[in-house]
């Protein structure tokens, strides 16, 4: 079985076909349920896959709180389904209660071609390269700086995600607050050498379905 | 760039995140295996599975390497 989301145990598997199969289920425990399809197939995990799965949850996300899972998890039967749900449920419970209301969005600043850059002065010497690598990582821990002050009243949690190009933030936003956040990030963008900015979401709240302070106290 | 260009653009980008974290972020499960041979067990393994993107795992390990 394909898992999609852990959600309330009063939620509904949304209409609609999965991945594999002409319908979703609800697997319910006494705290949590958990969105499923039974997907005899095994899954290739390809983009398109891995885009529908995206959509499925995004549009679960609108109707009820939900912690998805991690595409591709699946387990055999029902059964472990259930063990796990029974095995989890007290924690999924209390996240979903404070994820209440919340969704993740990603900022992304990415300036134009870093690695022209960096390839220009590694032709010219190593002490050069070096320079300029140092420059391009100051200047992204800059852009974090700016942006985490820039979204403080805004983000109940922020994370720094990792990058190949540029910098990467997941800010975890109350509804009503993702307008404000997006116009005073794209209003930064205009006001300085930024680069390319980019607001992605509101999506379901990938990077906080587990409260990190709370795990490391 | 052109505005359609730029949002286009954009869009892309933003697909990419959001695909990134469908692989990268969310609830991960955790599983028990139990090896036997003929109905005997022989070996428990607590298994955590972790699926993520190459470059998460590769800072991850590159981040123990150095605290090691």
């Given at each position: 079985?394909?898992l999609?989301?852990?959600?309330p145990?009063?939620a509904?598997?949304?209409?609609?076909?999965?991945?594999?199969?002409?319908?979703?289920?609800?697997?319910?425990s006494a705290?949590?349920?958990m969105?499923?399809e039974?997907?005899?197939?095994?899954?290739?995990?390809?983009?398109e896959?891995s885009?529908t799965f995206?959509?499925i949850?995004c549009r679960?996300?609108t109707?009820t709180p939900?912690?998805?899972i991690r595409?591709?998890?699946m387990?055999t039967t029902?059964s472990?389904?259930?063990?796990?749900?029974?095995?989890?449920?007290t924690g999924w419970?209390k996240?979903l209660?404070?994820?209440r209301?919340l969704?993740?969005v990603v900022i992304?600043?990415k300036w134009?071609?870093p690695?022209?850059?960096?390839?220009?002065?590694?032709?010219?010497s190593?002490?050069s390269?070096?320079?300029?690598?140092a420059?391009?990582?100051?200047?992204?821990?800059a852009?974090?700086?700016?942006i985490?002050?820039l979204?403080?009243?805004?983000?109940?949690?922020l994370?720094?995600?990792?990058s190949q190009?540029g910098?990467r933030?997941?800010c975890l936003v109350?509804?009503?607050?993702i307008p404000?956040?997006r116009?005073?990030?794209l209003?930064?963008q205009?006001?300085g050498?930024?680069?390319?900015?980019?607001?992605g979401?509101p999506?379901?709240?990938?990077?906080?379905?587990v409260?990190?302070?709370?795990?490391s106290? | 760039?052109?505005d359609?260009?730029?949002?286009w653009s954009n869009?892309?980008?933003?697909l990419?995140?959001l695909?990134?974290r469908v692989i990268?972020?969310?609830v991960?499960?955790?599983?028990?295996?139990?090896?036997g041979?003929?109905g005997?067990?022989?070996v428990?393994?607590?298994?955590r599975?972790v699926?993520?993107?190459a470059?998460e795992?590769?800072?991850s390990?590159?981040?123990r390497?150095r605290?090691a």
């Amino acid at each position: 079985m394909l898992l999609y989301a852990v959600v309330p145990p009063d939620a509904t598997a949304p209409d609609g076909k999965g991945l594999a199969s002409p319908r979703l289920e609800t697997i319910r425990s006494a705290l949590a349920a958990m969105i499923v399809e039974e997907c005899p197939d095994r899954l290739h995990g390809t983009n398109e896959e891995s885009r529908t799965f995206a959509e499925i949850l995004c549009r679960l996300a609108t109707t009820t709180p939900l912690l998805p899972i991690r595409f591709p998890t699946m387990l055999t039967t029902r059964s472990a389904v259930l063990a796990e749900l029974q095995a989890n449920e007290t924690g999924w419970s209390k996240r979903l209660a404070e994820l209440r209301g919340l969704s993740e969005v990603v900022i992304r600043a990415k300036w134009p071609d870093p690695n022209g850059e960096l390839d220009a002065a590694s032709r010219r010497s190593g002490t050069s390269y070096l320079e300029s690598r140092a420059a391009a990582l100051r200047r992204g821990d800059a852009s974090i700086a700016e942006i985490s002050e820039l979204v403080r009243d805004w983000a109940r949690d922020l994370k720094v995600l990792p990058s190949q190009q540029g910098i990467r933030i997941a800010c975890l936003v109350a509804d009503a607050d993702i307008p404000l956040l997006r116009d005073a990030v794209l209003g930064w963008q205009q006001v300085g050498d930024h680069g390319q900015v980019v607001v992605g979401g509101p999506w379901p709240p990938f990077s906080f379905v587990v409260d990190q302070e709370a795990e490391s106290a | 760039m052109s505005d359609a260009m730029e949002r286009w653009s954009n869009d892309q980008v933003a697909l990419v995140d959001l695909i990134d974290r469908v692989i990268g972020g969310g609830v991960v499960i955790s599983g028990d295996v139990v090896i036997g041979i003929a109905g005997v067990d022989l070996v428990y393994l607590g298994l955590r599975l972790v699926l993520a993107p190459a470059h998460e795992v590769e800072e991850s390990v590159a981040l123990r390497r150095r605290s090691a």
